[in-house]
């Protein structure tokens, strides 16, 4: 490797010139020593660490530490809503939005029948209902 080869690489996290000094090669780029460190909490990184790609920043690799990588994969599904009728997380696809309640569009069923709710819900007892349902149930004498 020639020196002008070495003066032209770059460091990933800080974009300076790595020049002669102690440099890391990780993930298939080069890095300072110095610059070698969780992005989160800027610890040098020691052993094993984990790799996050910002969608925002195509090309941009971040390393993280594994404590940092954790709680930052908790906090982000603490953001991620539940569906009320399933209780499982809804991490992909449409999201039903009723009356702040959140559904998977398959899980909005009526608690009576158990049948998708299409065309409108009624709410009877706090529960959602389709309609032939709610009207029994106030028709019914439950009232």
């Known amino acids: 490797m020639s020196e002008s080869d070495i003066a032209e690489r770059k460091c990933h996290k800080c974009g300076l010139t790595l020049g002669f000094g102690t440099m890391v090669k990780a993930v298939d780029l080069n890095w300072h020593s110095d610059c070698f460190a969780c992005f989160d909490c800027n610890t040098p ?7 996050r790609n910002p969608k925002e920043q195509p090309g941009r690799v971040e390393l993280l530490c594994c404590p940092c990588d954790d709680r930052l994969r908790q906090e982000a599904l603490a953001n991620v809503p539940l569906c009320k009728g399933c209780g499982q997380r809804i991490t992909s696809g449409k999201v039903l939005a009723i009356q702040g309640d959140k559904f998977h569009p398959e899980c909005f069923k009526c608690k009576f029948c158990g049948k998708p709710i299409e065309g409108g819900a009624c709410l009877v007892n706090n529960e959602y209902s389709c309609s032939p349902c709610a009207q029994s149930k106030q028709g019914g004498g439950g009232g």
Do not use: A, H, S
């Not at 990184?45 to 790799?51: D, K």
């Open 45 to 51: 990184i020691q052993g094993e660490f984990r790799v």
